[in-house]
């Protein structure tokens, strides 16, 4: 066991703070996306090596080594600090990887550098309303018609659709063969014609999801990333990804601190909530299971660092262990507010601009989103444990 | 940056594993409970030719001066295997206490005879974390008065560290006049409780204990984080018996491990069980090299694995069905040993409290450490 980082890095991390520290000020509160002053803030992070650091300079990165460390020290040290974080997002965390493993130079070229900067937004087009949890079922179909693909069919769940510029979707191109090997992984964008957004307003009264119509869309022939019939392998290659990034336990830690601070000043009759004891023991019971993820999450770190260590269990099961517990922290901090943690919009009396509320809804959503948490469950006793598969039913 | 087991400590893990299964299978166990105390000899001091009671003495005394994550992954080990043996007082805490409480002499005379298994120490600290019934020590002009339950490894022992509510420590000598004790039958018949009765014993402060308070803490999450990996040790391997039967046992046809009913089952607990491991690891990492850390994550340590370890020694008793209630199966050895470490050195409630004091509470908040509320931006998340 050995958690110094070595004097490399404690210099590394007094220069992140540093940085965090001249740059507090930043607020983008309000700020769209592609607004210039995201896109000066996201060039600005680049520029330092806090973002993109291992993607190659002629990509738009920062053109680092991989160094699996100061990301580490990088995510710390801005989880700590109020100031914006790095742009995230599909376009970023799925296809980014995805273009650099798989995409052609081409692609490399056109799609990577302004998705890094903040100046073209994606969304993912995967689900659709008859294919969820059995992705690879997916109908919407593509044509070769001469030099262009002809879409049609509906995706669901799009997040930033109506902000985006492209879409990576997975689409049924080789309706003959087998579910898994019939679709490939396109590049669409969302200007075509054919192509109508309907918002899906969801229980926290925003819209972030939409469904999405493809009529005749037509693209260019080339916008495929690997060959006909191996999207589900493209997106496989990252699906890790997303999971994993769900619920990072320093972001519920910092969450916590936040529910420890407003549990010392909410008061019922003026008393504390924080020297109630049925309230307390309730936040030491998920303060305790937050400090059980950040040593697994230590433990992940040690691993991608350490390439003989296994730890594959570790990693399977973290989308399903922080998002229920985040889930259940914000619950907690709601029942410490009691009434009061009802309000929400902009009513008399509200805390915190309503956040508890919205993240407690906005967890549960990602229970369910990016693999719910059955499906984890499945994931975790098929691939972890070597339990059976579910028998398939006839015809499937 | 390395998090996780040395190569050293993975093997010391698997020698004693290695150990027990060779030599302390089911059917031991099972005679033991029954009362066979040779059987019990015999396996003990098999452990002590592998070192379990020189790991943490320093080399001056004759020991090994490990640190206490090799102690941790013996502990995790003797959980797995329901060890019918002394360790967690004997081996831990009292060479513990010893080394960071105790005199030049008083180390001199115990801490090779430790290292070296002559002498079995045994602790009886339970009242200073919480005393129940009319229990609790007294010192005064170098004697002892008062009551002990749950004293930890004192049967058949040399010496006994007490210690009164202040959390001073005291060593007497079991031998000596005026101490009776008696033992307790807990569920658990892998190990010995004791009830022990002190009338004017001789005792001996360990002076650096009455200076600093602090020790007896040390000493207790110490002993906390063992229970915690014994616990830990003891549900990975019922995990483990129910994945195996799952994948046996048949009904409509069909392995009872491929009905989705079963496997969350099964997903839960190792969901909830996987990062104990790094938690145990972590804790016992800061007891020496992270001080700020070290009380609030043996607190929690203790505390979470034994909500965790329950359920888990619960669900998988439910994933055997019938035969998981029964005797013969003996899954019952390891619920019940995970039951009795869930209460020794204070039960989960407890240990949060102590926790929630840990961190003051108590005291007004600190805006300061404010979280950002970037909450609601999916963006962000």
Redesign the interface.
Known sequence: ??????QEYEDFRNEVQSFIKTNEKVNLHGAKLRSPERVEWQKKLIDHGYFARSIPKQYGGFGGEVDI?KTRIIAEEFAK??IP?P???QGIQMLVPTLLELGNEEQKQTYIKPTLHGEMIWCQGYSEPNSGSDLASLQTKGELDGEEWVINGQKIWT??AKFAQMCFCLVRTEPEAPKHQGISFLLIPMDSSGIEIRPIMQM?L?A?FNEVFFTDVRIPKENIVGERGEGWKVANSILGHERG???DPN?TM?????L??LM??ETIDGQRI??KDSF??RL??I???V???Q??S??I???Q??KD?NTS??RL?TK??GTELRHELEALAIDAMGELGTLYENSPHLR??G?WQ??YM?FLG?IIGGGTS?I???I???R????????KVQGN | MYFGLSEEQVSLQETIKKYLEDQAPLEVIKEIAAGDELKTIEIHKGLLDLGISSLLVPEEFGGLELDLLFAAVVSTALGSGTAPVPFIGAYVMAPLALNLGGNRSQKEQWLPKIASGEVLMGIAISEFIGAREDSGINFKKGKVNGRALFAIDAKNSDALIVSNKAGQLFLVHTGSSGISQTELITVDKTRISTEILFKDVKAEILPESEKDLGIINKVIDAGRIMLAADSLGAAQVMLDKAIAYSLERKQFGRQIGSFQAVKHMCAEMVAELEPCNAMVWHASHCQENIPHEARLMACHTKAHISEVSREVSKTAIEVHGGMGFTDELGLHYWFKRIGLNRQLLGSPELVREEAAKIQNFDQASDDDNKGNDEVGNPLVV
Request: aromatic share 2%; charged share 20%.
């Open positions: 066991m050995d958690l110094n980082y070595g460390i600090s109020p974080k742009l995230g997002g997040s930033t926290t925003d972030d990034s769900l619920a972001v910092t969450r916590l601190n936040a420890i601070n010392k000043d924080i020297d307390r023991d030491l019971k303060q305790g299971r400090l059980a993820q040593s697994n230590l433990r770190l040690s691993g660092i350490n260590q269990m570790a099961i399903l262990q915190d601009n956040s919205m993240s906005y990602l059955q984890q469950k499945n975790i006793s098929e972890g444990l070597g339990m059976p598969k579910e028998p």
